[in-house]
Nanobody, 118 residues
Framework: QVQLVESGGGLVQAGGSLRLSCAAS????????MGWYRQAPGKQRELVAV???????NYADSVKGRFTISRDNAKNTVYLQMNSLKPEDTAVYYC????????????WGQGTQVTVSS
């Protein structure tokens, strides 16, 4: 089992910045993908950004140029630097990882609220 613990959410004005962190712990053999999803009220959960163990990244079009995902493999931690925040970025942000040995599993954090006021 892998546990993911997020931190860094909160309330910020439009144009501001926040940094989310997510640390993985537990029976970690190898983590492949780590990333962030978000879910706004009444909407489906959507990908925000993801990174591979090799450092490749992928972003949702809506956050490109504003958000940056990074990863510390030694600490099994992923970060999401969010700049130029907009009210439409308001959502619960969930940390995600895909980890395992021969069989890989998906794991989710408990979520952290990000609220951007106009």
């Amino acid at each position: 089992q892998v546990q993911l613990v997020e931190s860094g959410g909160g309330l910020v004005q439009a144009g501001g910045s926040l940094r989310l962190s997510c640390a993985a712990s537990g029976s970690i053999f190898r983590i492949y993908f780590m990333g962030w999803y978000r879910q706004a009220p009444g909407k489906q959960r959507e990908l925000v950004a993801v990174t591979t163990s090799g450092g490749n990244t992928n972003y949702a079009d809506s956050v490109k140029g504003r958000f940056t995902i990074s990863r510390d493999n030694a600490k099994n931690t992923v970060y999401l630097q969010m700049n130029s925040l907009k009210p439409e970025d308001t959502a619960v942000y969930y940390c995600y990882c895909n980890a395992g040995a021969v069989i890989k599993f998906d794991y989710w954090g408990q979520g952290t609220q990000v609220t951007v006021s106009s």
